[in-house]
Nanobody, 125 residues
Framework: QVQLRESGGGLVQDGGSLRLSCAASGRSYSSYYMAWFRQAPGKEREFVAA????????DYADSVKGRFTIAGDNVANSVSLQMNSLKAEDTAIYYC??????????????????WGQGTQVTVSS
């Protein structure tokens, strides 16, 4: 069983930056994809970004393109999310996810097999 642990959330002012990290443990090999989703109060969980750990493929939600950067590390079995130019609407719980299927995932939460507990990101305006 894979365990995912996020870190790096917190409170930041509008226009500021944060970096989230997620480390996977529980087995000796990595998943094919890791991703970040987020869920704001009263809203559904939404896709933020994803990366293929064994190559250079990345994918972003339109709302974060140009502001967020995802980076995966196949050896460390981890992923990070650098978030710049943060806005109040980025406030949410951010979840790390991992996928064992080789096919390219869609922006669906159920495309992923394992989940972290989440880390809170709050952007004050």
């Amino acid at each position: 069983q894979v365990q995912l642990r996020e870190s790096g959330g917190g409170l930041v002012q509008d226009g500021g930056s944060l970096r989230l990290s997620c480390a996977a443990s529980g087995r000796s090999y990595s998943s094919y994809y890791m991703a970040w989703f987020r869920q704001a109060p009263g809203k559904e969980r939404e896709f933020v970004a994803a990366t293929y750990l064994k190559g250079r493929w990345t994918d972003y939600a339109d709302s974060v393109k140009g502001r967020f950067t995802i980076a995966g590390d196949n050896v460390a079995n981890s992923v990070s999310l650098q978030m710049n130019s943060l806005k109040a609407e980025d406030t949410a719980i951010y979840y790390c996810a991992a996928r064992d299927n080789l096919s390219i995932p869609q922006h669906r939460w159920d495309d992923y097999d394992f989940w972290g507990q989440g880390t809170q990101v709050t952007v004050s305006s």
